[in-house]
């Protein structure tokens, strides 16, 4: 099949119309203004307070102003890439780039001996 021109013309078409119904439910909400009867009407739940305290301590704020989750009690953290390099450039060292190289401990639980300030929001 010989190649048409306006294949690409059309690809950017058919990518417009695409994303142009692309629908975003998720929203961004404050802990202290959840949308609890939206919750209760779409998804059959109604977020307890106890429910919304765990939410809100298992939330980081970098001081970079990114932000992510605890998913452990020994304190690692998901965040974005563009979140978590900003934090392993800050860190890092002449000797241990972070960055570039990662960071293995010898043994479970040893720590990256840098303090990474931040804030729970």
Same mark, same amino acid.
Request: charged share 15%; aromatic share 12%.
């Given at each position: 099949?010989?190649?048409? &021109? @306006?294949?690409?013309?059309?690809?950017?078409?058919?990518?417009?119309? $695409? %994303?142009? +119904?692309?629908?975003?439910?998720?929203?961004?909400?404050?802990?202290?203004?959840?949308?609890?009867?939206?919750?209760?009407?779409?998804?059959?739940?109604?977020?307890?307070?106890?429910?919304?305290?765990?939410?809100? &301590? @298992?939330?980081?704020?970098?001081?970079?102003?990114?932000?992510?989750? $605890? %998913?452990? +009690?020994?304190?690692?953290?998901?965040?974005?890439?563009?979140?978590?390099?900003?934090?392993?450039?800050?860190?890092?060292?002449?000797?241990?780039?972070?960055?570039?190289?990662?960071?293995?401990?010898?043994?479970?639980?040893?720590?990256?001996?840098?303090?990474?300030?931040?804030?729970?929001?």
């Amino acid at each position: 099949m010989p190649y048409s &021109k @306006s294949f690409p013309a059309l690809a950017v078409a058919a990518l417009a119309l $695409f %994303v142009g +119904s692309a629908r975003a439910d998720e929203g961004m909400w404050d802990y202290t203004n959840l949308p609890t009867a939206q919750l209760q009407s779409k998804y059959g739940f109604t977020p307890t307070p106890e429910w919304t305290e765990h939410l809100m &301590k @298992s939330s980081v704020r970098f001081n970079n102003g990114g932000s992510g989750s $605890f %998913v452990s +009690s020994t304190g690692l953290v998901l965040t974005n890439h563009h979140v978590g390099a900003d934090t392993l450039h800050k860190i890092s060292t002449p000797q241990h780039d972070y960055y570039a190289n990662g960071f293995y401990p010898r043994r479970y639980p040893r720590k990256c001996r840098r303090r990474i300030s931040s804030s729970i929001s």
